[in-house]
Nanobody, 120 residues
């Protein structure tokens, strides 16, 4: 059973930093796309950062240069995906969701989300 559990959200002032963590289990990291999406109030869920199956990364234009995705245990079935967020802006305020797509199962998996609030 795939489990994705986020932590690390909270309230921060503009210009500050936060690091989100996603504890993942039950999925083969090397055969999955894994990363982070976010959903702001009244808006659609959008991609923030993602690892592809070959280990490369994709970032939304709005966060490139400020956010960094990383992970450990990339060859196992249990590990953590991180999102380091620097120079935060009020428009980064959203619920951040950990996401995984299993190439084997051809299924999407989502965490329950963690709220990030950036005050101006």
């Amino acid at each position: 059973q795939v489990q994705l559990v986020e932590s690390g959200g909270g309230l921060v002032q503009a210009g500050g930093s936060l690091r989100l963590s996603c504890a993942a289990s039950g999925i083969v990291f090397s055969l999955a796309r894994m990363g982070w999406y976010r959903q702001a109030p009244g808006k659609q869920r959008e991609l923030v950062a993602l690892f592809t199956t070959d280990g490369s990364t994709n970032y939304a234009d709005s966060v490139r240069g400020r956010f960094t995705i990383s992970r450990d245990n990339a060859k196992g079935t249990k590990g953590t995906v991180y999102l380091q967020m620097n120079s935060l802006k009020p428009e980064d305020t959203a619920v951040y969701y950990c996401y995984a797509f299993s190439v084997i199962a051809t299924m999407d998996y989502w965490g329950k989300g963690t709220l990030v609030t950036v005050s101006s």
